[in-house]
């Protein structure tokens, strides 16, 4: 089934108050998870181009400056 045909499904349905508060709940869910998911993933990816610097690449990773 696709997504237009399950929408209209949901919209042609008889629902009270409770019923339309519990699907507007899930679709927010759904809405927001869906979007940490990818928020989540562009983060990792971002990580991992971090890291091709190598380790002490900065005074935070452990390099030190010489005195002399």
Do not use: C, P, W
Not at 46 to 63: I, P, R, T
């Amino acid at each position: 089934m696709t997504i237009k045909k399950q929408v209209n499904a949901i919209l042609s349905k008889k629902m009270d108050r409770q019923d339309f508060l519990k699907h507007v709940g899930i679709g927010i869910v759904a809405v927001s998870g869906a979007s940490t998911a990818l928020r989540l993933l562009g983060a990792k990816q971002e990580n991992v181009a971090a890291k091709d610097n190598g380790y002490g690449a900065s005074a935070y990773g452990g390099a030190q400056k010489s005195t002399s």
